[in-house]
């Protein structure tokens, strides 16, 4: 049974900073891509950030590239986004997913090309 569980959400104020963990068990993820995405009520959920199977390469949506960074442990089987420098546009649901094939090309921004989802963790950033 795989499950993905996000925590490290909450409330800040304009400026601050936090630090998403998402918890994977069922499987080992250590072959597999992982990403991040990000849902504010009433939009489309949004791409934020994706790493391959290894770390060794990430991406970014323009709007959080510089501010956050999205690494992973694989010998704890977890995945983690730093955000820096939250505004209120970053203030969503954010959630972690991971693929079910071991992929290991161009990174994948579609919501399509993942197949294990967390239940999200709140986000709100205010002025």
């Known amino acids: 049974q795989v499950q993905l569980v996000e925590s490290g959400g909450g409330s800040v104020q304009a400026g601050d900073s936090l630090t998403l963990s998402c918890a994977a068990s069922g499987r080992t993820f250590n072959s597999y891509p992982l990403a991040w995405f990000r849902q504010a009520p009433g939009k489309e959920r949004e791409f934020v950030a994706s790493i391959n199977w290894s770390g060794s390469s990430t991406y970014y949506h323009d709007s959080v590239k510089g501010r956050f960074t999205i690494s992973r442990d694989n010998t704890k089987n977890d995945l983690y986004l730093q955000m820096n420098s939250l505004n209120p546009e970053d203030t969503a649901v954010y959630c972690c997913?991971?693929?079910?094939?071991?992929?290991?090309?161009?990174?994948?921004?579609?919501?399509?090309?993942?197949?294990?989802w967390g239940q999200g963790t709140q986000v709100t950033v205010s002025l």
């Open positions: 997913a991971a693929m079910n094939v071991r992929w290991n090309g161009t990174p994948v921004r579609a919501i399509r090309g993942y197949d294990y």
